[in-house]
């Protein structure tokens, strides 16, 4: 079992109007593998991952196929998808801390995922995301603060931990360290190499840092 | 323990709440009549039993300023409630439909918004005819182009923030976006003007009244006094004065709540 496919891509193609944005788009990834996108800016690399995470807009249309564990998700109904997100397949955003609501604490924030899927009390919540933020290096104090007061570092680890709270079998990560400094980048990498060890999440990954997908990828994808 | 920076909010609080009682229980609170005239008594100094003296048919001015704020206060807050509701509905459907619905809306708030807020409620009280539900509805009709082009402005942001996406992902259904991220942050924009408005429009509202276009006599209103005093200025300048300070006590304290609304808001301080 551990050799199935947890994503699969087939023929994917992405339309705005009479825009193509991206074509041809064929990849699968296993469990436990981290899979790298790299590919010029303006290249549709962030699209394949929207596609994936469900995030295109109304006016984009989707050709082809999309597969996560064996069902395919390339054009669920609202609920179908509201189910999956979060649970199963979560996202790490560019910019972590502006992927937080300005005017409410990161806990609360993470807490609302999980209460959209799981009845845990507030006390098991709490107990959970204090061992990840653990397992993350990061203060757990973070969950009691307002996003604007994080560092580009600590937001980009409170966003890791917002995609991890319910341990879901695929991370979307869409250039998760192209907003840090060197020293931060690196231990971002290393927190997301991590997760792939003490959870066995599965991790797609957008970059345009050839030294981080060479350090990270069991796969590189090169978009033209 | 109540944190510093909430202490003079508390204070504006309380003053303004205080306000609001004092002209919901005008009736009870005033020591004569504000109707009963006393020709005889016209136009008496200030003194121990008229404590702020009385006007040309010898009315007491203590009584009719106390009554007056029942008109004044309530009509304005109401009025305001209105424009504020309305106008955000407005704008926040705008935001959120887009398409023809936003063109439709939008360019009428544009047509209202060509003219100058005032002129426009002058001549729109004057066809509507005087009365102070006119008068209220012709500043509501101007109105709520600023809270409908705010709260617009707002949505339009916030669809494309980076959190509406990740509350999605975090797999939140369209009424918690709504609940949970939309609203709350229009809210404190949209609050904030209003109770920064609350003065202006108690001056729109007692503007329109000293032209005559507001509130009827006999119905004592802070503007239409001024109006009525406003000969005897120089003769018995407390007919004018105290209307006029009661105005201005209202409106600092609605402002000042406003300003420190804003920065209680902000949560970046």
Same mark, same amino acid.
């Given at each position: 079992?551990?050799?199935?496919?947890i994503?699969?891509?087939?023929?994917?193609?992405?339309?705005?109007?009479e825009?193509?944005? *991206?074509?041809?788009i064929?990849?699968?990834?296993q469990?436990?593998? *981290?899979?790298? =996108?790299?590919?010029?800016?303006?290249g549709?690399?962030?699209?394949i991952?929207?596609?994936?995470?469900?995030l295109l +807009?109304? +006016? $984009?249309?989707i050709?082809?196929q999309?597969?996560?564990?064996g069902?395919?998700?390339?054009?669920?109904?609202?609920?179908?998808?509201?189910?999956?997100?979060g649970?199963?397949?979560a996202?790490?955003?560019q910019?972590?801390g502006?992927?937080?609501c300005p005017?409410?604490t990161? +806990?609360?924030q993470?807490?609302?995922?999980?209460?959209?899927?799981?009845?845990?009390?507030?006390?098991?919540?709490l107990?959970?995301?204090r061992?990840?933020?653990?397992? =993350?290096?990061?203060?757990?104090?973070?969950?009691?603060?307002y996003?604007?007061?994080?560092?580009g570092?600590?937001a980009q680890? $409170?966003?890791?931990?917002?995609?991890? *709270?319910?341990?879901?079998?695929?991370i979307?990560?869409d250039?998760?360290?192209s907003?840090?400094d $060197?020293?931060?980048?690196?231990?971002?990498?290393?927190?997301l190499?991590?997760?792939?060890?003490?959870?066995g999440?599965?991790?797609?990954m957008?970059?345009?840092?050839?030294n981080? $997908?060479?350090?990270?990828?069991?796969e590189?994808?090169?978009?033209h | 323990?109540? #944190?510093?920076?909430?202490r003079?909010?508390?204070?504006?609080?309380l003053?303004?709440?205080?306000?609001?009682l004092?002209?919901?229980?005008?009736?009870?609170?005033?020591?004569?009549? !504000?109707?009963?005239?006393?020709?005889?008594?016209?136009?008496?100094?200030?003194?121990?039993?008229?404590?702020?003296?009385?006007d040309?048919?010898?009315?007491?001015?203590l009584?009719?300023?106390?009554?007056?704020?029942?008109?004044?206060?309530?009509?304005?807050?109401?009025?305001? @409630?209105?424009i504020?509701?309305?106008? %955000?509905?407005?704008?926040a459907?705008?935001?959120?439909k887009?398409?023809?619905?936003?063109t439709?809306?939008?360019?009428?708030?544009?047509v209202f918004?060509?003219? !100058?807020q005032?002129?426009?409620?002058?001549?729109?009280?004057?066809?509507?005819?005087?009365?102070?539900?006119? @008068?209220?509805?012709?500043?509501?009709?101007?109105?709520w182009t600023?809270?409908?082009?705010?709260?617009? @402005?707002?949505?339009?942001?916030? #669809?494309? &923030?980076?959190? &509406?996406?990740?509350? #999605?992902?975090?797999?939140t259904?369209?009424?918690?976006?709504l609940?949970?991220?939309v609203?709350p942050?229009i809210?404190? !924009?949209?609050?904030?003007?209003?109770?920064?408005?609350?003065?202006?429009?108690?001056?729109?509202?007692?503007?329109? %009244?000293?032209?005559?276009?507001?509130?009827?006599?006999?119905?004592?209103?802070?503007?239409?006094?001024m109006?009525?005093?406003? %000969?005897?200025l120089?003769?018995? %300048?407390?007919v004018?004065?105290? !209307?006029?300070a009661?105005i201005?006590i209202?409106?600092?304290?609605?402002?000042?709540?406003?300003?420190?609304?804003?920065?209680?808001?902000?949560?970046?301080?």
């Open positions: 079992m551990m050799n199935e496919n994503l699969t891509v087939k023929n994917l193609r992405v339309l705005y109007g825009n193509e944005i *991206i074509r041809d064929n990849f699968s990834l469990r436990g593998e *981290i899979f790298i =996108i790299v590919g010029k800016s303006g549709g690399k962030s699209t991952l929207k596609s994936v995470a469900g +807009g109304g +006016g $984009a249309k050709e082809g999309i597969f996560f564990d069902r395919d998700i390339t054009n669920l109904r609202a609920d179908e998808r509201r189910k999956l997100a649970a199963e397949i996202m790490i955003f910019n972590a502006a992927s937080f005017i409410r990161i +806990g609360a993470i807490f609302e995922s999980v209460a959209a899927h799981k009845d845990w009390t507030r006390e098991e919540f107990r959970r995301a061992a990840i933020a653990k397992n =993350i290096n990061l203060d757990e104090n973070v969950l009691y603060e996003p604007f007061k994080l560092s570092g600590m680890r $409170a966003g890791i931990l917002a995609a991890m *709270i319910l341990e879901p079998k695929l979307l990560a250039e998760p360290t907003a840090l $060197a020293v931060t980048q690196f231990s971002v990498v290393k927190e190499m991590n997760l792939r060890k003490k959870y999440v599965s991790i797609v957008v970059t345009h840092n050839l981080v $997908a060479k350090y990270m990828a069991d590189i994808y090169t978009l | 323990m109540l #944190k510093p920076r909430y003079p909010l508390i204070l504006y609080v003053a303004a709440g205080a306000l609001i004092v002209a919901i229980f005008a009736p009870f609170l005033t020591p004569y009549d !504000p109707y009963v005239q006393d020709l005889q008594g016209a136009l008496t100094p200030p003194n121990a039993q008229n404590l702020l003296g009385t040309r048919y010898g009315r007491d001015v009584s009719r300023v106390i009554m007056g704020s029942q008109v004044t206060i309530c009509a304005s807050l109401l009025l305001l @409630a209105v504020t509701v309305s106008g %955000s509905l407005i704008g459907v705008c935001g959120l887009g398409g023809r619905v936003d439709i809306l939008m360019r009428t708030s544009d918004l060509a003219f !100058p005032m002129v426009f409620a002058i001549a729109a009280a004057g066809a509507l005819g005087g009365g102070l539900f006119n @008068a209220a509805l012709a500043l509501a009709l101007i109105g600023k809270y409908a082009r705010i709260s617009r @402005a707002l949505v339009l942001t916030i #669809k494309k &923030m980076p959190y &509406m996406d990740a509350a #999605k992902m975090a797999g259904n369209s009424v918690g976006m609940i949970y991220h609203l942050n809210a404190g !924009p949209v609050l904030v003007t209003a109770a920064l408005d609350i003065g202006t429009i108690i001056m729109e509202l007692a503007g329109l %009244s000293f032209l005559g276009l507001g509130a009827m006599p006999p119905t004592p209103e802070w503007g239409a006094m109006n009525n005093g406003r %000969s005897m120089q003769t018995s %300048s407390w004018v004065l105290a !209307p006029g009661a201005f209202t409106v600092a304290i609605f402002n000042l709540l406003g300003d420190k609304l804003r920065d209680i808001l902000d949560v970046k301080k």
